[in-house]
């Protein structure tokens, strides 16, 4: 198993470009979560899913957008990058099924972007 | 306030010395609760789940207050390889989403 894989593993945007986060698991993980993380600030979550074709806010969601027509892909949508939204973005993923999670989650690599 | 507060540290100590971290949180309707490491530049890797009667693996010992919303985690022994931030975790089912909450970590270094 490859686990959870994320692409790209860094960026460079200008403001108001958009793109696409990858991320993918093949471990049949039904729950699936984008955070972000600051220096000082943690981790952060900014959407979530417990299934194929549910999706939900976290708790900073402005500025992106998620969909999950798969069980296994769950990409993060940058609409119009912004330079606060320079960070570290990490994909999970939990075999907990559609309820709240409260198993291990696993992480990809992460993605460092750079919005100048 | 934050859910998941934890002192930053830094913690720098020699190799065998025992360290502890501490961690409160602000919701007592709070399930589940684990401690994570996460080295330089990596990601966020379970180190181990937190249970009420307390547990401990190896040179690891995490334990639960509830009354007080405290959690620590204890490292005996002190390698370098431990040198990482360690975050604490909480899950919160009280609200309706039920998510994970991190706090934003202690960095600890071993030196030899």
């Known amino acids: 198993n490859a686990g959870v894989t994320q692409t790209p593993k860094f960026q460079v945007l200008k403001t108001g470009q958009s793109m696409t986060l990858q991320c993918a698991q093949d471990?049949?993980?039904?729950?699936m979560s984008w955070y972000r993380q600051d220096p000082g600030m943690g981790l952060r979550l900014i959407h979530y899913?417990?299934?194929?074709?549910?999706?939900d806010q976290g708790e900073v969601p402005n500025g992106y957008n998620v969909s999950r027509s798969t069980t296994e892909d769950f990409p993060l949508r940058l609409l119009s990058a912004a330079p606060s939204q320079t960070s570290v973005y990490f994909c999970?993923?939990?075999?907990?099924?559609?309820?709240?999670?409260?198993?291990?989650?696993?992480f990809g690599p992460g993605t460092r972007l750079t919005v100048t | 306030r934050k859910e998941v507060e934890q002192d930053p540290g830094p913690f720098n100590v020699p190799e065998g010395a025992t360290v502890a971290f501490n961690c409160t949180y602000s919701n007592s309707a709070s399930q589940s609760f684990f401690w994570y490491r996460q080295d330089c530049r990596k990601e966020p890797k379970l180190l181990m789940s937190v249970y009420s009667s307390g547990n401990e693996d190896g040179r690891f010992t995490a334990q639960l207050n509830r009354a007080s919303q405290y959690i620590s985690l204890l490292i005996r022994d002190s390698k370098l390889s431990d040198s990482a931030t360690y975050l604490c975790?909480?899950?919160?089912?009280?609200?309706?989403?039920?998510?994970?909450?991190f706090g934003r970590g202690t960095q600890l270094t071993v030196w030899p």
């Open positions: 975790v909480v899950n919160d089912r009280g609200s309706t989403l039920g998510r994970l909450y």
């Open positions: 899913s417990v299934g194929a074709g549910i999706t």
């Open positions: 471990m049949n993980h039904e729950y």
């Open positions: 999970a993923s939990s075999p907990q099924g559609r309820r709240p999670p409260t198993y291990e989650q696993y």
